[in-house]
């Protein structure tokens, strides 16, 4: 299935793109994540801790907060951020 990936801070950095469309194996956020770590090998260490999401890594699918065994279907946009700090 096709997803798109809008990113943010230092992922858009590291992958050197601001969004992102993949064809995806899987029908989970965590599927999806590791898909874009798999074309973007860069992003793991920013994004996965022992295999699984960071917990401060923000992963919304079509705007709405979402968990790494969400599904995810065809055509979905997940955004990702970094953690959220304020001053």
Do not use: C
Request: no cysteine.
């Amino acid at each position: 299935m096709m997803l798109k990936f809008r990113l943010f801070a230092n992922f858009r950095e590291k992958a050197g793109k601001k969004e992102i469309a993949l064809d995806v194996n899987g029908d989970t956020v965590m599927d999806a994540v590791r898909a874009l770590i798999e074309a973007y090998p860069g992003l793991e260490p920013l994004m996965l801790q022992e295999g699984k999401i960071k917990p401060y890594v923000n992963v919304l699918v079509n705007g709405r907060r979402a968990e790494p065994s969400d599904r995810v279907k065809d055509g979905d946009e997940l955004a990702i951020f970094p953690p959220v700090s304020g001053g």
